[in-house]
């Protein structure tokens, strides 16, 4: 090691060290030390102020004992499965579609797209002016001449969930779609090619050769549906503001209104973790999946 | 082929394969589809213009019988958020004094990240970024009491930099996984001519990879405007009442409890709150689809 021409470890590298200083304070502050915060407070009988007085699980124990959390818990896992299936398979069959060489693409691809670029704010305020009984698709199907026709999707506590299923996917498919298309793209023609030559029909290649193969872009859209689904929030405060009455209550706005308005940060932050074990609960194995096998060299990102 | 031949004109086989029963069905689940994708917008649109009486007898879907434009002055000038009645004007200025220190300050931070991450690696650099991307996934609401404590000891809490700190601590992973996989796709035979001809880590930064960073640059851009215009939980939290962005007095003024509910001046404000990602989006097309694609790049 020749000393003149390398300095001193901790020196080394200096102004990379330093360049990073805002990265290394983000993730020891941040991401680790706000979330183990988190986590040992949620063991407290913190109210409105945080306290360290240790109790054990009740805060976790009153939580599950909450009807508004379990209701909120039961919407989260009906909006996930839906949005998640239904995003999914929409995103995949208008992907395969635009793959298709059809005319019009970046037509069709602006249209489906747009309204990933909205907030959820403003989904929200627009689906609730669409859905509103007095107003919307009801009045609309009434005036039509089936006087009878009810819609209470907005006002019985029984479907409002599905409202803000409907609100998701209109937000969320074009994303989707986009990143189905992208991975279809990476197929390669030959595969089409060897599937016809075989007379293998078109939906059989796409069930059992092409979804296959594309296991990486399925995977990698999942986690992140999943990760938007845990944090959903803003589209129930501008929808249905998790009514009427609790009906369409979600974890992130329990979280938020135990900690912000009601004064009761216990219960909050027991919430928001029971929220964080929910993505590691999903994040580990596909992390542990992803990141195993290092051999594989190139991939989408390198 | 030329657009200019007439269509009669016989062209062998197109024709025929461009009315086949697939292509018919391909084309009218596409169009039926982006019926659905569209309405919403067109009847945001369509609502905006019409005055209040009409919207009480027509339907959502008729177009206006006498436009009004009425609607959109009122939403942007006197519309009521709570006590105020200046209209969604005062978010949307708002929203430009947190939006553009955001999107500067959050990629500078991540540029040199990514920079430093990729061609000046040190020890422990890896698990830091590997920390950092498992961040993105974290929930927010497992993080924001203790950030609140941080930003109100550091005297921060309730005004502008407090939510344009936040914004760029939560734009760091995804933005310095986005710069790192660009400076490590350019051939490292540039970084080490310039480092035997004596230049040094900003020198190399602001000289050779800056000038060839330009596409991952209005990537960055892209989706760092969308996600932060559009943002509501940090605004709503870390702004202070004063500063609400656009999205958090948009939702004040809809769903204020008081009051009749305007709801063309509703929808008017709403536009003006999704027009600038919706401008955003379509000029820059191509871009915004790279982005999310780079956004959803594994890491």
Redesign the interface.
Known sequence: MSVSRRPF?PL??L???V??V???I??L???????L??VV?SFTSSRSL?TLDFVGFDQYVRLFRTSRWTVSLKNLAIFGILSLTFSLVLGF??AA??D?K?RFE?T????????????????G??????LTPT??VQ??VR?LGFETFNFPILTDGRFTIYAIVIAGL?QGT??VM??ML?GLRNIDDEIWKAARVDGIPTWKTYLFIVIPMMR?VFI??L??IS?TI??V??LV??LT?GGPGIASEV??KY??DF??SRGN?GQ??A???I??TT?LII?VPW?LL?FRPRNRSG???? | MSSSLPSFEPRGHRPKRFVSPA?IM??S??VV??I??????Y??VM?SLKGMPE?RLG???SPPVEVTFQPWATAWNSACTGLYCEGIKVGFFNSMKILIPSVILSII?AS??G???SN????G?EL??T??I??????????????V??TRELGIFGTLTGVIVIH??FG?PIL??LFR?YF??LPPELFKAARVDGA???RIFLQIMLPMSLPIFVVAIILQV?GI?????FGV?FAGTKNFPM?VQ??NI??STQGVKE?NV??AA?IL??AV??L???FS?KY??RG??AG????
């Open positions: 470890a080394r590298n102004n990379a060290k360049a990073a805002p990265m290394i983000t993730v502050v941040v991401f680790v030390g706000c979330t915060w988190t407070y945080p069959i208008l579609l635009m298709q059809i970046n069709f691809r602006t249209i489906f797209l747009y309204p990933h670029a909205l907030s959820f704010i403003v989904t305020l627009v689906w609730q002016w669409i107003f919307g009045k609309v005036d209109w074009g994303l986009a990143l992208a990486p990698t859209t986690v992140i990760a845990v944090k929030y803003d405060v501008a503001n974890p992130a979280v938020y900690m912000f940060l909050g932050l919430a928001s973790t929220m964080l993505v994040l992390a992803e991939g989408a990102s390198k | 292509s391909i084309y689940v596409l589809a982006a659905y994708y569209l309405i919403p917008l009847v945001m609502t919207i339907n959502i879907f931070i040199v990240n920079y430093a991450l000046w690696r040190f020890k650099s830091f970024f920390v950092l498992f961040g993105a996934f974290i929930p927010y609401q497992v993080m924001l009491y203790p950030l404590i941080i760029t601590i760091m310095t996984l996989n490590v796709s040094g880590f900003w969308t215009w559009n943002d509501f939980l939290i999205t948009l939702n809809v769903n709801y509703n929808m709403t709150t999704g990602p919706l955003v989006y379509f097309g915004f689809v999310i694609a959803a790049v594994k890491g």
